[in-house]
């Protein structure tokens, strides 16, 4: 069993920034790729920013140049630094922690609960 767990959603004003947290514990050989999704009302949850455990990224469009994500893998935690923050970048925050029970076997993919994050004036 594993546990997701976010921190840091809320309200922030255009232009302002945020930070994500999210900490993945309990049972696994290895964590591989963590990552940060996003969903507004109405709309598919979509891939916001990703990060392998070697630390290779990739970014949505969208967020190229304003967002970075990070990894502390001591620590089995993935964050986001959200920079000039628009009101559409309103939605709930997701994130997702791949990890494996032994070196040879699947990989298995957790998510979290999920964090606001409101931009509004």
């Known amino acids: 069993q594993v546990q997701v767990v976010e921190s840091g959603g809320g309200l922030v004003q255009p232009g302002g920034s945020l930070r994500l947290s999210c900490a993945a514990s309990?049972?696994?050989?290895?964590?591989?790729?963590m990552g940060w999704y996003c969903q507004a009302p109405g709309k598919q949850r979509e891939l916001v920013a990703a990060i392998t455990s070697g630390g290779s990224t990739n970014y949505a469009e969208s967020v190229k140049g304003r967002f970075t994500i990070s990894r502390d893998n001591a620590k089995n935690t993935v964050y986001l630094y959200m920079n000039s923050l628009k009101p559409e970048d309103t939605a709930v925050y997701y994130c997702?922690?791949?990890?494996?029970?032994?070196?040879?076997?699947?990989?298995?993919?957790?998510w979290g609960q999920g964090t606001q994050v409101t931009v509004s004036s």
């Open positions: 997702n922690v791949k990890t494996k029970l032994t070196a040879w076997g699947r990989e298995y993919v957790n």
């Open positions: 309990g049972r696994f050989f290895s964590v591989n790729t």
